[in-house]
């Protein structure tokens, strides 16, 4: 059975840091690429930031680009995005889904599996 779990999100103030995690089982890890995206309340999903299969390509959505940091670890099977300098806009749940090659797009449909996600709310 394929999961994949995301954790780290919470409560953090305006310019404060998160590092979210997602711990993948199930599947061939380092054959897909993985991505996290996010849905703020009352907004469309949002394509944040992908990883290539071996960790050698990043890719950054424009909103996040210089505040993120995406990696992952193939031995422990996690992918992590680190979230630098939070602003509001960044409050949202956070889902990470996996993909044979990373595409740039929010569509469910482009992926092979999806998480929970995990939520942050930045806030004062």
């Known amino acids: 059975e394929v999961q994949l779990i995301e954790s780290g999100g919470g409560l953090v103030q305006p310019g404060g840091s998160l590092r979210l995690s997602c711990a993948a089982s199930?599947?061939?890890?380092?054959?897909?690429?993985m991505t996290w995206i996010r849905q703020a309340p009352g907004k469309d999903l949002e394509w944040v930031s992908g990883i290539s299969g071996n960790g050698g390509a990043v890719f950054y959505a424009d909103s996040v680009n210089g505040r993120a940091t995406i990696s992952r670890d193939n031995v422990g099977q996690i992918v992590y995005l680190q979230l630098d300098n939070l602003e509001s806009e960044d409050t949202a749940w956070y889902y990470c889904?996996?993909?044979?090659?990373?595409?740039?797009?929010?569509?469910?449909?482009?992926?092979?599996?999806w998480g929970h996600g995990t939520q942050v709310t930045v806030s004062s």
């Open positions: 199930g599947f061939t890890f380092t054959e897909y690429s």
């Open positions: 889904a996996a993909s044979p090659v990373v595409v740039r797009t929010a569509k469910r449909t482009a992926y092979n599996w």
